[in-house]
């Protein structure tokens, strides 16, 4: 199998030299043997042939997903005995830093925090392999087969390029093509003619703060949201913008990246099929206006900016843009970050969390870093009724300090709504 690499994943991607890994931890109360967990992970391969996947360059530079038949590399799993509730915290932070062999693959590891009666387990894949929806998809098949190796998960079918995407009649319109050429154009005569400072910040120590709110909370903050007709997502991008406004003062930029799922956009990519490709949009909040009204007005800002959003639009258009990936790459790492994070909402997790021989207890929400530009990252997810925060970000972006005081303004505005 041969796949060349769309612009979204070359730009994860990079050189293949520096860490860009996703994690997703989760802890698990009861026991199961090595031998079950490395049969699960053999079976996902063999459901998933991007899991088994090397990135090769060709002549002309370009890197294609390479999954070479009968050279299949296990996913490995790296084993540490745990000693606490927080070993996972620290295994994390570690994996952030070490890099894949992408020339080599598996582009997927596991890290097994290993206890008597509980244990965590963290599974790190290059982000240029998948998204939040990828992962989630990937942890629940990975669960069934820890419990029972004998079930079926099916067989994925691999998205091979924009064509098992993009329907047919959209990808040929010459309408169609010639505005994702016209806009890739000019995106690209645009990158290169901003001047850019080659002063790349110093990115210092990469830090994270987990937390949960109390599952009462969690149902209060749900039922406020209902009774102003606001979503959870909205009211939490409302308040994550005002715990950084107080925190942050003069240095608050009032923007926030909010990424959407590709997979309500494109119904070619399917919930199980491997895929890292996310839609975006930025949100602001509107300081003259008090919380409620201020969240209401955002929403309709998001619901229109939801409206406009073109899967299909924006895949073309980012196609047509190979030939600046470099460029904007540069921009990213160089130039002046003008949002204040990243802020993922990946709402309810739909897995179960009772099987035959373990209880799920918990899925910590997922983390991510890379090396393209402002680190700064909130997570949030619920499982089990109780939302769950992943905080992360490098001392060179914000200080410790202030990401603690962020953190505890957090709290304390859900807590006063």
Known sequence: MRRKLLFAERMLHGNGELPFNALIPIKIKGTFPDSALQHALKKLQEKHPLLNAAVENDPQGMPWFVVEEGAVSMIPVRIKERTGDQDWEQESMQEWSRAFDTRKGPLMRVVWVKGAEVSELILVIHHCLCD????????????LLLDDGTVNIGKEEPIMGIADIIPAKILKSRRKIIKAKLIGGVATFALWIVPLKKHLVER??????????????????????????????????????????????AGFHNKISCPVDIRRFAP?????????????????????????????????????????????????????????????????????????????????IDIAHQYQNF???TIFSPSVIGPLG?????????????????????????????ALAIQHKLIEIINKL
């Open 359 to 361: 209880e799920l207890e």
């Open 374 to 402: 402002n680190t700064t990252t909130l997570v949030t997810s619920t499982y089990r009724g109780q939302m769950d925060f992943t905080f992360v970000a490098s001392e060179g972006f914000i200080p410790y300090t202030e």
């Open 204 to 249: 210092k120590k990469d830090y994270m703060i987990h937390w949960k709110l109390e599952k009462e909370l969690s149902d209060r903050l749900i039922l406020k949201c209902k009774s102003e007709k606001v979503t959870v997502n909205t009211v939490l991008c409302a308040v994550v913008l005002q715990a950084f406004q107080e925190v942050r003062k």
């Open 132 to 143: 939040g929806g990828s992962a989630m998809a990937i942890l629940a098949e990975l669960l």
């Open 268 to 348: 070619g990519i399917k919930r199980d099929h491997i895929f890292a490709f996310g839609l975006m949009f930025v949100v602001s909040a509107d300081q003259h206006l008090d919380f409620f009204d201020n969240a209401r007005k955002m929403q309709e800002d998001i619901d229109r900016k939801t409206a406009k959003l073109d899967a299909y639009e924006t895949i073309m258009m980012m196609e047509e843009s190979h030939a600046s990936l470099s460029r904007f790459t540069e921009f990213l790492k160089y130039g002046k970050s003008s949002n204040d994070c990243m802020f993922s909402n990946l709402g309810k």
